[in-house]
């Protein structure tokens, strides 16, 4: 019997496993998922990607596939704006889906469309603005909007160039306000519609992008500017992705890159 096969892909370097498994039958533990985002130990990433029948999980969809993304910790996460086009780009690429199609996540169906340069469009549902909270980076407080993109996240736009803050450590926040921990995004508005964004992750710690973040980063700018319309490019230290907003809907598009293929190895998993 060969090893479990995987795939190694990034989307503006958010970076992924992925784990061809149609049928539902890895055991993906907790324990699992952070051996093989470990960049010592494992195969190194900012998350897993379980690409699985939504049959398979019981799970109700329109679409055929169904998306199981994990944080580098091993956490379970709604929604991952990144890893979707990835994953959509995969499938694509498999000739597992033709024409446009829909993934299924734990957020709800994210309709999906690889253009012919293989970038992504993805519908990413509304970028539901929940309230206002603080969080101190290296004792510092910023104030930003909270925003539901299907996962939380809190945006504070900083006076400051955002590559000044040390987002090594893991920043407080309100931990009522957000019961289930937060994604953190700093934006600097650039005009002209740019945004510049970096971003500490719940479950992974800083990343090079977030694509989630950038949707909830554009929907708390305009929420700012005193509207809910509107479209933005987003430049995050991974590549740059463009972003639009209306009333109850939002866009995501990005590359979306497969870089290696291979075999995890039978007894490296089993112990893992
Ligand atoms: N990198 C992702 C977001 C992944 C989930 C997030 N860390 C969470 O816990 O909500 C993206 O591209 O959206």
């Given at each position: 019997m060969g090893g479990i096969a995987f795939l190694k892909g990034h989307g503006t370097q958010n970076d992924f496993v992925l784990l061809p498994d149609p049928d539902g039958r890895l055991d993906l533990t907790e324990a699992r998922v952070a051996a093989l985002c470990d960049r010592q130990r494992g195969l190194g990433a900012d998350g897993v990607l379980r690409v699985v029948r939504s049959k398979a999980l019981g799970v109700s969809s329109?679409?055929?596939?169904?998306?199981d993304y994990r944080n580098a910790d091993g956490s379970i996460a709604e929604m991952c704006g990144n890893g979707v086009r990835v994953f959509a780009r995969y499938l694509v690429d498999e000739g597992l889906v033709t024409g446009d199609f829909i993934v299924g996540t734990r957020a709800g169906d994210r309709p999906v469309q690889v253009h012919p340069d293989r970038s992504v469009t993805v519908q990413m549902g509304p970028a539901t603005i929940i309230g206002a909270s603080v969080t101190m980076v290296a004792g510092r407080p910023f104030s930003g909007v909270a925003v539901n993109v299907g996962n939380p996240h809190l945006v504070s736009v900083v006076d400051d160039d955002v590559d000044t803050l040390d987002l090594r450590d893991q920043p407080d926040f309100d931990q009522d306000f957000f019961p289930d921990g937060v994604n953190l995004e700093f934006i600097n508005p650039?005009?002209?519609?740019v945004l510049k964004m970096r971003v500490h992750e719940r479950?992974?710690?800083?990343?090079?992008?977030?694509g989630t973040g950038t949707v909830a980063a554009v929907a708390a700018h305009l929420h700012n500017a005193g509207t809910d319309t509107g479209a933005a490019t987003v430049e995050i230290p991974g590549g740059v992705v463009q972003v639009t907003i209306s009333k109850g809907a939002s866009t995501l598009t990005g590359p979306a890159e497969i870089v290696a293929r291979g075999e995890l190895d039978e007894k490296w998993w089993a112990n893992a």
């Open positions: 329109e679409g055929e596939w169904f998306m650039l005009g002209g519609d479950g992974v710690g800083e990343t090079r992008a977030c």
